[in-house]
């Protein structure tokens, strides 16, 4: 996540997508969604431009100037099986930025955190 006004807000939008399960749930299922990530990080409250966002999956450019790029589909299925899954944000409103590391969601995870009972 870089070109953030502050660092807080870095942090912030890099937390945002990295814990959103809409997110979670693409990256598990090999989509690249990047209408799921700019919608994480426009929903989370810092200054946010649509038109001024850039997004990338493992290297490939997927959004500039908040536009669509032309993606290969059977390219990026490829791709998404490497076991980590690079997101690179860009909101062009300034110089601060941070890194998240987070995981997907799983069938697995969701089943056991779904039957868990205290």
Not at 20 to 47: M, Q, Y
Not at 96 to 116: F, K, M, P, Q
């Amino acid at each position: 996540m870089v070109g953030a006004a502050t660092d807080e807000d870095a942090d912030t939008v890099a937390r945002s997508i990295a814990n959103s399960p809409l997110v979670k749930t693409a990256i598990f299922g090999h989509d690249a969604n990047w209408g799921r990530v700019a919608g994480a990080a426009g929903k989370c409250g810092v200054e946010f431009d649509q038109y001024g966002v850039d997004i990338d999956f493992l290297g490939v450019p997927v959004l500039r100037a908040g536009l669509p790029l032309p993606m290969d589909e059977e390219d990026m299925l490829r791709r998404f099986e490497e076991p980590e899954i690079d997101i690179a944000v860009n909101l062009g409103v300034g110089d601060c930025s941070a890194r998240i590391w987070t995981c997907d969601l799983t069938h697995d995870y969701v089943t056991i955190n779904g039957d868990y009972r205290t």
